[in-house]
């Protein structure tokens, strides 16, 4: 799993519904701590902040490196949320993506 640095975008892995957030928002790294956690700013398409709060690596995904300016590549993405599925729903999700290399009716 890619550990965030600060300034970081990051992805929920979880709704959080006591802060009204869900699955797929994305916020900014503004803290790491040194137990572990960072502190997330999820904020409207106005700015405002919308929730702030200190999340678990298990509850995130690095979707964009502000060090590097770069959106972290598909793969990466895919691998991390692959390594917390079950084997059924990992099976599921290997078949759809084989089904997406078979060529398209026309």
Do not use: H, W
């Not at 900014?28 to 999820?42: N, Q, S």
């Not at 702030?52 to 590549?73: E, F, G, H």
């Not at 599925?85 to 398209?104: H, M, T």
């Amino acid at each position: 799993m890619n550990k965030p640095d600060l300034f970081d975008v990051v992805e929920l892995q979880s709704d959080l519904p006591e802060l009204g957030l869900e699955r797929g928002a994305q916020g900014t790294v503004v803290e790491c701590y040194p137990d572990g956690e960072y502190e997330i700013e999820f904020v409207d398409e106005d700015g405002q902040t919308l929730a702030l709060c200190a999340l678990p690596l298990d509850k995130i995904s690095v979707v964009y490196q502000a060090n590097t300016k770069q959106k972290r590549q598909v793969l990466q993405q895919l691998v991390s949320i692959m390594s917390e599925l079950d084997e059924e729903r990992a099976r599921k999700v290997v078949d759809f993506a084989d089904s997406l290399r078979q060529p398209q009716a026309a």
